[in-house]
C-alpha cells in the first residue's frame, strides 16, 4: 500500500474534457486528490453528473464541477473554461476528448467520418486552448495536457484516421509550446492500450493477446495515464514543454506496435 500523494495542486484550477468515465474520469480524480478544484466535460449529463458525484464522495472536500455539452462546439468550451475560472482561475487544461468513428483502410474511409475525427481530436482541442488563454492563462499561465495516442506516432492499419489525427495533436502540441512559453507549458501524453471501453476494439482477440507484445505485459490502467498527467501539470515538471511522454508499457522501444 502507498501514500497518497502530496496535494502539490491546492489552490489550483484544473478543465479535464471528457472526464465522466475512463482515462478523463481519472485524470480528475489524481488532480482532485492533489489538491485541485475540478470541472468535468462529457455529452451525456446524467453520467457526467454522476462521475462528479463519485469524484466528491472519493476526496471529501473536493471542488468538482460537472459542464455537459458537445466539445465540437465554441459556446459549451467557453461555458466549461468559465466555470473553471470561476473556481479562481484556468491553470490546467487537460484536452482528453476523443473519438474513433471509423477504422480499416483508408481509402475505404468515410470522409465525413475523418472530418469529424480531426474536428474533435484537433480543432476543439486547439479550441479549448484558445478559450483558456484568453480567459486568464494569458497573464497568470498555466499547463496544457493534450492526450494523444502512439497511434500518433506510429502508423497502426487498423485505427489510421485516429492516428492521423493524433500526429497532429502532437505536432500541434509542439508549436503551441513553442508559441506559448514560457508561462504556458504544453506537453501531450500519448497512452498505448489502456484498458477502457474506448479500447475495446483493439483487445477484441482477449486481453492476454493484446499485451503479449508489451515488455511490461499488461495493458495499461488509466490510472497509469493520469500519474504521468499529474507529472506534467505540477511544478515538477516546470522545465518540460513541447514533450510528448509515452505510456505505453515499452511497447513502442520494441519497435513492433
Known sequence: MTDAPSPDLTGRSALVTGGSRGIGYAIALELARRGSAVVITGRKLEPLEQAAANLRAAVPGAVVAAVAGNTGHEEHRAEAIAAAVAHGGI????????????????MDADLGAVRKTFDTNVVAALGYVQ????????ESGG?????ASIAGLRSTGLIA??????????????????????????????????????AELLVAAGEDAAAAPYPMKRLGTPEDIANAVAFLVSDAAAWITGETLRVDGGLLATGGM
Open 91 to 106: 491553470d490546467i487544461l487537460v484536452n482528453n476528448t476523443g473519438i474513433n468513428p471509423t477504422a480499416g483502410p483508408l
Open 131 to 138: 478559450e483558456a488563454y484568453r480567459a486568464g492563462m494569458k
Open 143 to 147: 499547463a496544457v495536457v493534450n492526450i
Open 161 to 198: 484516421a485516429y492516428g492521423a489525427s493524433k500526429a497532429a495533436l502532437i505536432h500541434l502540441t509542439q508549436e503551441l509550446a513553442w508559441q506559448l512559453g514560457p508561462s504556458i507549458r504544453v506537453n501531450a501524453v500519448a497512452p498505448g492500450i489502456v484498458k477502457t471501453k474506448f
